[in-house]
């Protein structure tokens, strides 16, 4: 019987079809590697991009790696820069947005993964 490997490496990460300009790879999740647990995505928001609001399932890390990114969290308006990030628990009323003149770049992390199906998105 042969062992299951403890390691995946991914070369080939799920792009994303969006209709807003953002790039979105997810690394890790539902879409790429059938992955319930968690997903990590890379993304670059372009400037003066933003999202409906939406009160996710699932907790939701972000990790700035260049640019800022502006969250509207439960009434509260945190901007993150370059090296912070910020926990978004789940069910928070959030929405994401770069209303600013330079693109973002940044990291997320959902646990559970990244759904359509449990993000709830506002119309």
Known sequence: MSEQKKYFRQ???????????????????????????????????????S?????????????????????EVDGDIIELSAGESLLIKAGARVRYSNPFDAECEYWSICVPAFSMDTVNREA
Do not use: N
């Not at 999202?51 to 969250?71: A, L, N, S, Y």
């Open 51 to 71: 999202e409906p609001h939406q009160r996710p399932e699932f907790d939701e890390i972000t990790i700035v790696v260049r640019g800022r990114k502006r969250f």
């Open 11 to 49: 070369q080939a990460p799920f792009r994303v079809p969006t209709t807003d300009g953002k790039l979105i790879e997810e690394h890790i999740g539902l879409a790429s590697t059938h992955t319930a647990q968690y997903s990590v995505a890379h993304m670059v928001a372009p400037p003066q991009w």
